[in-house]
């Protein structure tokens, strides 16, 4: 079962720009990650928040949690052509031997 | 850094045949997964083991199997090929603890004919 829903399904934007993408779920989680997939590749770990956390950074990306919504933002600031692939994120309800469950993604695409 | 290494970029079967992929990751994770991505409908667990000898389903494990001999090498298994098994196939692999992330193989892209 999907518990991810990423939003938009896919976005366009210029060089420089930000980026903004969100993540809604459905049950309780133990972390939250994005992933990141450039084309006919696998996917490549961006960013883990926990749930006690409210949000992350790391270089120019910037992670929000909200449990009381149950969503999670990606932000990509100052876009670069590079950043162009798809984004996911993925949610454990932790325990022992946890798995992921995907969303279905974002394509984001920046234009030089 | 960590290295998880899918047999093939490309494979391609024919209906009723058995079909193996093989997975080898090279950091000695417990956990190893295969998931299959669909146009639409991201990633979907197929099986995942957290042991050697150790397997549980995922979300899809209809048509499929696995075989974990050795820590390093997960295999998926196609006992009989079917056209609606045409798809992309990860593999990944990551340590037990849940505050952990996985690593992607580059993917096998299947098609069966």
């Known amino acids: 079962s999907q518990q991810g829903e990423e939003d938009p399904q896919a976005l366009s934007i210029q060089e420089g720009e930000n980026a903004t993408m969100n993540c809604s779920y459905k049950t309780s989680i133990n972390n939250l990650q994005w992933y990141r997939q450039n084309s006919g590749r696998g996917l490549v770990h961006l960013i883990l928040?926990?749930?006690?956390?409210r949000e992350k950074h790391s270089g120019r990306l910037r992670i929000t949690l909200d449990t009381s919504k149950k969503s999670s933002s990606l932000l990509i600031t100052a876009s670069r052509a590079a950043d162009t692939a798809s984004y996911f994120c993925a949610t454990d309800a932790g325990g022992s031997n946890y798995k992921l469950t995907f969303g279905k993604g974002t394509l984001l695409t920046v234009n030089p | 850094d960590v290295k998880v290494t899918q047999s093939s970029r490309y494979l391609v079967k024919r209906t009723g045949e058995k079909v193996f992929l093989e997975c080898v990751q090279d950091?000695?994770?417990?956990?190893m997964f295969w998931y299959r991505q669909d146009p639409g409908l991201g990633l979907r667990l197929i099986y995942f083991s957290y042991d050697v000898k150790m397997k549980e389903k995922g979300d899809i494990p209809e048509g499929y199997s696995v075989s974990r001999e050795k820590k390093e090498r997960f295999s998926l298994i196609l006992e009989s090929a079917s056209t609606n098994q045409t798809s992309m196939y990860l593999c990944?692999?990551?340590?037990?603890?849940?505050?952990?992330?996985?690593?992607f193989g580059d993917g096998t892209r299947l098609s069966i004919l």
């Open positions: 990944a692999s990551g340590y037990r603890e849940s505050n952990q992330p996985q690593h």
């Open positions: 928040i926990r749930s006690n956390e």
């Open positions: 950091m000695d994770h417990e956990n």
